[in-house]
């Protein structure tokens, strides 16, 4: 499933920085009646570089994470050519007069593009792509309520997050304990987002298949709403 590469694609938001670029914040969440925000964009090298910012409509289809382009949040400017030791705001803003329902989702690409001397000779310059998140959210917010569920799925156990609230859950240091003991870990990092009204899918290791056969499976993590411990279905 892509929830593995969904996973994955959360870690680079951790540093918020590729080399030569910095990013901050490392999140962005904007109320209703503030719909827009702003990332700092710092140089910290002796070379200018050039720095590309787009917007992508995030969002979670059948336990699995989806990027799109949007047009109804923007990032401003797009490019911008930072000068050594210098600092730059582009401006993240939602362009829609549709009044938010509960919790919207997006992230910022932000990519230091290539410069030419960067690929002459044998040297290749390897330029990490930054993906900041970005919440706006309505006034009157439920939220989230998460509901854990294990299944089979081709030999392989899968846990489903399911969230009934509008507001988003972020998950780090997930485990499961069954009624033996065993135990199944999914690191102590970041794990993923279960994003408000949706679902989300994670396969457990293959040595795990038996994993659960003694219920009940407890749950703990931490989140952005602090400690969690929960029931698996």
């Given amino acids: 499933m892509a929830a593995i590469a969904a996973a994955a694609s959360m870690l680079c938001v951790l ?27 710092r140089n910290d090298e002796d070379v200018p570089i050039n720095v590309q910012t787009r917007v992508e409509r995030w969002t979670e289809v059948d336990g699995v994470e989806k990027l799109e382009p949007a047009n109804d949040v923007v990032s401003s400017p797009p490019i911008v050519k930072l000068a050594p030791k210098t600092s730059y705001i582009v401006r993240v803003v939602r ?4 009044p938010i329902q509960g919790e919207e989702s997006y992230r910022v690409l932000v990519d230091q593009l290539p410069s030419a001397p960067a690929w002459q000779g044998s040297t290749v310059k390897l330029l990490i792509r930054q993906s900041i998140p970005v919440f706006f959210r309505a006034q009157q917010i439920r939220p989230p309520d998460v509901a854990w569920s294990l299944s089979s799925r081709d030999g392989r156990l899968v846990l489903t997050a399911a969230n009934a609230g509008d507001e988003r859950l972020r998950i780090a240091s997930l485990r499961l304990k069954d009624a033996t003991g065993r135990e199944v870990s ?3 990092g970041l794990v993923g987002y279960v994003l408000g009204r949706s679902s989300i ?30 029931l698996v279905r």
Avoid: C, M, Y
């Fill in 15 to 41: 540093p918020a920085a590729a080399g030569q670029l910095t990013v901050d914040p490392i999140l962005l969440e904007l109320p209703e009646n503030a719909p827009a925000g702003a990332l700092n964009l």
């Fill in 201 to 230: 899918k994670w396969i457990l290791p293959p040595h795990t298949a038996s994993f659960g056969a003694a219920r009940p499976v407890s749950l703990s993590a931490h989140t952005n709403k602090g400690d969690l411990t929960a």
């Fill in 95 to 98: 362009l829609s007069k549709t």
């Fill in 186 to 188: 999914f690191g102590n």
